[in-house]
């Protein structure tokens, strides 16, 4: 079976989705409307902007957001999901790609859920840590022991969690984690504590968006970040997208179940291919490829 599977926040690039725009109309037209609907030309920032442009919130999720549903759409034909899941933004691109948002209703979300992050981020100053070489459970256990909010975020790969929460929380972590036998503690250049209980301002203000949108079944089942399970039913999937900006995105078992579920080829769509790196870490053996323009 084929999977689909749609990048999240950090795969941004200088340049990015300039091919699309430049090789085909409907990619053109897309990313015109997008414009209008954001009210400023993204388009510009996404072909011409610095990385350091392209990394404020605001910015960077609509844009990944865009190259991806606008990629699956120009494929045509040689887009046939079987199975789709995102990661963390990626979630709405892969429900745009699958029928269950529109295009446009899909960007919306993106850029209220953009802009809810940010504010969150402001209330109260946070960030986020890579974890490498641990198991999850050594991590899970003195994320608990912390009394600072420290919480599990990203479950990448088997030996790559990502943990969240408060500057101070976050530092003791780091240490107690090398303590721990961690291979690095890497404190990243994040705006927050994305995925954490520090986010619940965000989720709240996220929830009317999403509640008010039409979603429909998707053609295929999408697996979800909070549980990573397959879902079809719209208001289940609502109810997930929801959960997700507080809640983990679980990577590492969401590859594994679609690889149980039959899974034999995933195809990233989208900028970047670190999400690819991240299933040959799960199963070695997998197919893995980038969508790229039907010549």
């Known amino acids: 079976m084929k999977a689909y599977i749609f990048p999240g926040q950090g795969a941004q690039f200088p340049g990015m989705g300039k091919d699309l725009y430049d090789q085909s109309e409907k990619a053109r037209e ?12 993204i388009t510009d920032v996404m072909f011409e902007g610095t990385a350091e442009d392209l990394v404020q919130t605001n910015v960077t999720q609509p844009a990944i957001y865009l190259h991806s549903t606008i990629l699956a759409t120009v494929l045509g034909d040689d887009f046939q999901p079987e199975m789709v899941a995102g990661h963390s933004l990626g979630e709405f691109s892969a429900l745009v790609s699958a029928g269950a948002l529109s295009f446009e209703d899909g960007l919306r979300l993106v850029a209220a859920r953009a802009n809810a992050m940010q504010k969150a981020c402001e209330i109260q100053p946070s960030t986020m840590a890579a974890i490498l070489g641990l198991d999850d459970f050594t991590v899970e256990d003195i994320c608990e022991r912390i009394s600072e909010v420290v919480v599990p975020a990203n479950y990448n790969c088997p030996g ?25 503690a890497l404190k990243l250049k994040v705006g927050g504590a994305f995925h954490s209980p520090l986010m619940e301002a965000a989720r709240v203000e996220l929830e009317a968006a999403i509640v008010a949108t039409e979603i429909k079944a998707p053609v295929c089942p999408i697996y979800q970040n ?6 079809t039913d719209p208001e ?11 809640g983990a995105v679980r990577w590492t078992q969401t590859v ?33 490829a980038s969508a790229v323009l039907p010549q």
């Not at 897309?30 to 030309?41: C, D, Q, T, V, Y």
């Open 160 to 184: 790559q969690l990502v943990i969240s929460g408060s500057i101070a929380g976050i530092d003791e972590a780091c240490i107690k984690m090398t303590e721990a036998g961690a291979k690095r």
């Open 236 to 246: 289940l999937i609502k109810k997930n997208l929801i959960a997700q900006l507080t």
């Open 256 to 288: 594994m179940h679609m690889i149980e579920d039959g899974a034999t080829s995933f195809t990233e769509v989208g900028p970047g291919n670190v999400l690819q790196g991240l299933v040959k870490k799960v199963d070695k053996t997998v197919a893995t």
């Open 30 to 41: 897309l990313f015109e409307k997008a414009n209008e609907i954001l009210g400023f030309r």
């Open 226 to 231: 909070i549980d990573a399970k397959p879902y």
